[in-house]
């Protein structure tokens, strides 16, 4: 159950870009987040609600944006899912693989009133 | 009036930056800082007193549990520096934790530092304490499922240590399976079978730390 250390470290850095921008209230946070993170978005959005209570950001709300694994070969140029979910290539064998998408953890945008 | 802004900005921005402080101190005095990562039970703290028990390697451990000193208490009694840090039912450790244990520490002379996560195989993933590698420790008896249902940390992993290895004629344990699995995830990853109790593969452990640490301070 990390979701609620995330949840608090997004909380400081909303907070902290409203005052910087002077912004009046926020509605909606919404977050990408790679499918490799382990997070679980139910928990995270519920961590999201009850740890804004009390603070300036009460009434608004966490959206998550699951990314689904991608994976690459550089020697074939092929790429694959999490149905395959290997960094060797299952088509050429290479270990030559990058991992271009399932790791993203970050606030993605805000919709905000000013 | 209601407006959407692009924001593009790491949730674990504040994490990252006490990371950054802990890899600046350990790079400047040639630490290298070893965070070990397994399941409750997998034979963390007893891979520690058997690496203190069957070799000469000289090391420090910072030990992080929800509850307890026991941990903290087994190490000190072989003479090794170490410090407690109880998370109070946090699953994991932060790098803000891991940075104010070495503040408590006398690292002189000290050249390997562990941390001892908190058992979990999920959490202490996600979270950067600045250290030089991660270590996945799994043992016998977790079975041999592992890797593909916890990939993350077996991909990150510099090291992936199968404990309590003298169980293995007693239970269903597929090495193979381990093996081909872990190799999908982590094709070059060093790969240690560990029997704690009596020594075995203690040696080729204490290579690759040593390995490690040579490394780190010929940089």
Redesign the interface.
């Known amino acids: 159950?990390?979701e609620m250390?995330?949840v608090e470290?997004?909380i400081?850095?909303i907070l902290d870009?409203k005052e910087k921008?002077d912004w009046k209230k926020i509605?909606r946070v919404t977050?990408k987040i790679g499918k490799?993170?382990?997070v679980i978005p139910d928990i995270m959005e519920f961590a999201y609600t009850a740890a804004s209570q009390g603070t300036e950001l009460e009434g608004s709300n966490m959206v998550i944006i699951q990314v689904e694994m991608e994976f690459f070969c550089k020697s074939c140029n092929r790429r694959w899912g999490e149905e395959d979910?290997?960094?060797?290539c299952p088509f050429c064998g290479s270990?030559e693989v990058e991992m271009l998408h399932g790791m993203e953890?970050?606030?993605?945008?805000?919709?905000?009133?000013? | 009036m209601a407006k959407v802004v692009d924001v593009k900005k790491s949730v674990m921005e504040a994490d990252e930056v006490l990371a950054e402080k802990v890899r600046s101190f350990c790079r400047d005095r040639r630490i290298v800082l070893v965070n070990l990562i397994g399941s409750p039970g997998s034979g963390k703290t007893t891979l520690l007193e058997a690496t203190k028990k069957y070799s000469d390697i000289k090391f420090a451990v910072i030990e992080g549990d929800v509850e307890t000193a026991r941990d903290a208490e087994r190490i000190n009694a072989l003479g090794v520096p170490v410090v407690q840090v109880n998370t109070h039912g946090g699953c994991h450790l932060e790098a803000n934790l891991v940075n104010g244990a070495i503040g408590e520490m006398d690292l002189e002379g000290i050249s390997l530092l562990f941390v001892e996560n908190v058992g979990n195989l999920v959490c202490p993933v996600e979270f950067d304490l600045g250290e030089d590698y991660k270590v996945a420790v799994n043992s016998v008896p977790e079975g041999a499922d592992k890797p593909m249902k916890y990939p993350h940390l077996f991909h990150k992993a510099g090291a992936v240590l199968l404990t309590k290895t003298d169980l293995l004629p007693y239970l269903s344990f597929d090495i193979d399976v381990f093996e081909k699995d872990l190799e999908k995830l982590n094709p070059d990853v060093p790969f240690l079978k560990i029997n704690s109790m009596n020594g075995d593969g203690i040696k080729e452990w204490v290579e690759l730390l040593e390995g490690w640490v040579r490394e780190k301070s010929s940089r």
Not at chain 1, 85 to 88: E, V, Y
Request: proline share 0%; charged share 20%.
């Open positions: 159950m990390h250390s995330l470290s997004v400081e850095s870009l921008n509605n977050l490799m993170r382990q979910m290997a960094f060797i270990s953890l970050e606030i993605d945008s805000m919709e905000v009133e000013n």
